[in-house]
């Protein structure tokens, strides 16, 4: 069973920060790339960030130069740091992490249960 584990959500005004982490945990053989979304009421949910195997970020537009993406490969873990935080940054962001459960198999993708961060003006 493979489980992702999200937390370091809240609500802050805009200006401020916050830092998601988000832990993979069970039975599995590898962890590929890690990424961050967030689905806004009533919107889709959309790619934030991701960082794959090689330390390779991709970062969404809307975001870029607020918020970083890294990960601790020892911990399984991902995280997003996420500066000037703006009212349209509110969202339940939600990890994806695409894991091997075993050398022979291709991998999956995974979800966190979400985390929501909400900003207010």
């Known amino acids: 069973q493979v489980q992702l584990v999200e937390s370091g959500g809240g609500a802050v005004e805009a200006g401020e920060s916050l830092k998601l982490s988000c832990t993979a945990s069970?039975?599995?053989?590898?962890?590929?790339?890690m990424s961050w979304y967030r689905q806004a009421p009533g919107k889709q949910r959309a790619l934030v960030a991701s960082i794959d195997t090689f330390f390779n970020r991709n970062i969404a537009d809307s975001v870029k130069g607020r918020f970083t993406v890294s990960r601790d490969n020892t911990k399984n873990a991902v995280y997003l740091q996420m500066n000037s935080l703006q009212p349209e940054d509110t969202a339940v962001y939600y990890c994806?992490?695409?894991?091997?459960?075993?050398?022979?198999?291709?991998?999956?993708?995974?979800w966190g249960q979400g985390t929501q961060v909400t900003v207010s003006s």
């Open positions: 994806n992490a695409d894991i091997s459960r075993t050398p022979w198999s291709g991998p999956l993708g995974f």
């Open positions: 069970g039975s599995f053989f590898s962890i590929d790339a």
